[in-house]
Nanobody, 115 residues
């Protein structure tokens, strides 16, 4: 199983970014996928989950209305569209999936929101 995030960067408050996670080594469309983030000096924070077919999405209150998770099962890719970014969104963002009995993570992509 491999998960590879991309799309992070340094942006100003109020800007947008789109993160991608390329998945390989498993049947992508058979598993729910999640985004988590870890800010400096803090523990991991769940951000969003999307069901295997993409029909159900879930968000942390802190990002609801600003972030949108989606997936393209034909391309084995997970996305996170982030709008109206705030300084508190600064973190390393990870994609994640649980395939019993292992929780898999990517290497992460840094998002920095600063003026």
């Amino acid at each position: 199983v491999q998960l590879a995030e991309s799309g992070g960067g340094l942006v100003q408050p109020g800007s947008s970014l789109r993160l991608s996670c390329a998945a390989s080594g498993f049947t992508f469309g058979s598993y729910d996928m999640s985004w988590l983030r870890q800010a400096p000096g803090k523990g991991p924070e769940w951000v969003s989950t999307i069901s295997r077919g993409g029909g159900n999405t879930y968000y942390a209150d802190s990002v609801k209305g600003r972030f949108t998770v989606s997936r393209d099962n034909a391309k084995n890719t997970l996305y996170l569209e982030m709008n109206s970014l705030k300084s508190e969104d600064t973190a390393v963002y990870y994609c994640n999936t649980y395939i019993w009995p292992t929780n898999y993570w990517g290497h992460g992509t840094q998002v920095t929101v600063s003026s």
